[in-house]
């Protein structure tokens, strides 16, 4: 016996509209989006940062804390702090404006990749001079990987299998019980 059942679906209309810098964003350029928890987008351009609320975009630049203009959305953690980066730090979005805090050798970041927070709770800072975590109001560095404290990783990414990563020239997996496996890597000259 075979039951037809007619169905009747109907197709939702998508609303699509283009924000530009007629609407409040600093710049038609964007680099990075983010949503953070308390439902904010968190918008990145070289002219720097946006929260829009749905209806309007409330822009921080230099005299609003961020060290740079060229500012990256970055993340909310669970404590509700948002965190941004721009090339050369991290920031938190702290009574409506940006606080830069200490890197242990500042001199030596040139590039910031990411921020993160990590299972722990603990919040990371990828740059091009090694991993920094957030301790008690300064990024201190850590080591991950032993000979790699100072090299630049790109990536972190948190699995069941343990924490891979990405120093650019090697990939390497950092298992739960302490041991190392060597993904790939490139060979230096």
Same mark, same amino acid.
């Given at each position: 016996i075979i039951i037809s059942v007619p169905f009747h679906t109907m197709a939702q209309e998508m609303a699509i509209r283009i924000y530009t810098a007629k609407d409040g964003l600093p710049s038609t350029y964007v680099t990075s989006t983010y949503q953070d928890k308390l439902g904010y987008l968190w918008v990145g351009s070289p002219s720097g940062l946006s929260r829009f609320d749905g209806k309007y975009f409330t822009n921080y630049g230099i005299g609003d804390g961020l060290p740079d203009t060229r500012a990256a959305a970055? $993340?909310? %953690?669970?404590? $509700?702090?948002? =965190?941004?980066?721009?090339?050369? +730090?991290? @920031?938190? #979005? !702290? +009574?409506? !404006?940006? @606080? +830069? #805090?200490?890197?242990? %050798? +500042?001199?030596? @970041?040139? =590039?910031?990749?990411?921020v993160l927070e990590t299972k722990e709770g603990h919040i990371w800072c990828l740059t091009n001079a090694g991993i920094y975590q957030f301790n008690l109001n300064k990024w201190v560095k850590i080591k991950l990987y032993p000979g790699y404290e100072n090299n630049s990783c790109t990536t972190i990414i948190e699995t069941d299998e343990g924490v891979y990563i990405n120093y650019g020239n090697l990939l390497v997996l950092k298992k739960p019980d302490g041991t190392y496996k060597i993904i790939g890597g490139l060979k230096t000259p």
């Open positions: 970055g $993340l909310m %953690d669970n404590h $509700l702090r948002f =965190w941004a980066f721009t090339p050369r +730090s991290a @920031i938190e #979005y !702290k +009574s409506n !404006k940006f @606080i +830069s #805090y200490a890197f242990e %050798d +500042s001199e030596n @970041i040139r =590039w910031v990749f990411q």
